[in-house]
């Protein structure tokens, strides 16, 4: 193969390239598949693009409905890329009706290069533009790398569709020499700059969402998605520097006979037990609170702006909606939970106030269990005249 071979094969090889390197990232992550859709995409456009670049003009013709084919199919895989990153639907049979009616028309005007190449182009294009506009339509908040895929792809299948119009200025001696016109090149260079944009965007969304997940894992407890016990000591120490969310109180919860519940109904409806007083204790605290398991049946609370007084009534009230919910205990059951609540006002406490918290919910327990202990001890350095009124919380709620 000589040189000038070799030149206008690099858009087909570097597709290729960008293709083997989506399906290593797919291979090591196994997740994320819009990188195994991206990377087919690459590897169907690449074939014909390798073609078309060396072909002669009599073969171009000969093989121009597999050509045509292979680039709608390079459109459909990275139409269901973009779908299924967006989570809308692929249309799947939109973009057959599409891809039947490009291809036939291809097949119709098989004489005439420039009215395929313009068939062609429009109908990658509108395959590639039904899930923008899906997006478009179905997300409301996205954030700015899904921002930047929206509106490139948006940019991109637009682009495609009025491609050929470049022709339509050049005029159609450049047509003679296929590979060697300003057309091809043009399109070259867009479909290789876009295809390098788009593996760079893509596995940058890869990465983001494994960072997410291993973050979640790292901090959520597995079973109730709620804050584990490392998550609650870092978020705890935020929370208390932070001066506007004094006063605070510790929450120390514990599920009263929790191993009869397993050993009655099972540890399956244990798991659901749980669950459930995690979504309770979640829905009854505000913005800045924090909720955590610290382990088998053992929740624990930090409120803001909040003092003795009403954090007791916090726990009052997540005790009687346990008592009084059934969905996952039958009627004859009663849900119960003992609490210990117990003042802290800076980072420095955090030990002290959960062991308080902790000693006072044992107290609860050997009371006889389904009550709320407060430390006798209150805040020593805060001024309530200067702190935020707890708009959360009232009598009315208990
Ligand atoms: N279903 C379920 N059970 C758990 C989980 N983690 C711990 N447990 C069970 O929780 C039970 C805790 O029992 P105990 O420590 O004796 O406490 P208790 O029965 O709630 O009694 P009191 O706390 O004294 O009221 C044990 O039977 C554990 O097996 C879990 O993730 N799922």
């Known amino acids: 193969m000589d040189k000038e071979h070799l030149y206008v094969l690099a858009p087909a090889l570097t597709l290729l390239f960008l293709s083997g390197s989506l399906l290593l990232c797919w291979v090591f992550q196994r997740q994320q598949r819009f990188l195994l859709w991206q990377c087919c995409a690459y590897a169907l456009t690449a074939l014909p693009f390798a073609f078309q670049s060396t072909a002669s003009t009599e073969m171009l013709y000969r093989y121009a409905a597999i050509s045509c084919t292979l680039y709608l199919l390079g459109g459909w895989f990275l139409a269901k890329c973009w779908a299924e990153h967006w989570r809308v639907p692929t249309q799947t049979r939109v973009s057959l009706a599409i891809a039947l009616v490009t291809l036939i028309s291809a097949i119709y005007y098989s004489n005439n290069l420039l009215a395929r190449v313009h068939i062609s182009s429009a109908g990658i294009g509108l395959i590639m533009l039904l899930p923008v506009l899906s997006a478009l339509r179905h997300r409301h908040s996205p954030d700015w790398l899904d921002k930047v895929l929206l509106t490139s ?22 047509f003679e020499k296929f590979a060697n016109s300003v057309y091809w090149f043009a399109s070259a260079m867009s479909t290789l700059f876009f295809a390098i944009f788009f593996t760079v965007l893509m596995a940058a969304i890869a990465i983001r969402a494994t960072i997410r997940q291993l973050r979640n894992e790292r901090d959520q407890d597995s079973l109730t ?14 929370r208390l520097e932070d001066k506007r969310l004094l006063p605070m109180a510790i929450l120390a919860g514990d599920i009263d006979h929790f191993k009869r519940i397993n050993d009655t109904w099972g540890h399956s409806r244990g798991d659901e037990v749980l669950k459930l007083i995690s979504a309770t204790l979640q829905r009854n605290v505000r913005g800045f609170d924090l909720v955590a398991r610290f382990g088998g049946e053992e929740f624990v609370m930090l409120l803001t702006r909040i003092d003795l007084a009403e954090a007791e009534q916090v726990a009052q009230r997540i005790r009687l909606e346990l008592r009084s919910d059934h969905s996952v205990l039958p009627k004859n059951a009663t849900l119960t939970m003992s609490f210990g609540v117990a003042p802290i006002e800076n980072a420095k406490q955090l030990e002290s106030a959960l062991k308080e918290a902790d000693d006072l ?6 009371a006889g269990r389904d009550q709320v202990h407060v430390s006798g001890n209150n805040y020593q350095n805060i001024d309530f005249e200067h702190t935020m009124p707890n708009p959360g919380v009232s009598a009315s709620h208990i």
């Not at 792809?153 to 450049?174: D, F, K, N, Q």
């Not at 490392?230 to 935020?238: G, I, K």
């Open 153 to 174: 792809a948006l940019i991109y299948s637009v682009i495609t569709i009025t491609r050929p119009m470049i022709i339509t200025v050049l005029g159609h001696s450049e």
């Open 225 to 238: 998605q709620i804050l584990n016990r490392r998550a609650f000591y870092e978020l705890a120490r935020c």
């Open 361 to 366: 919910l044992y107290a609860a327990k050997h």
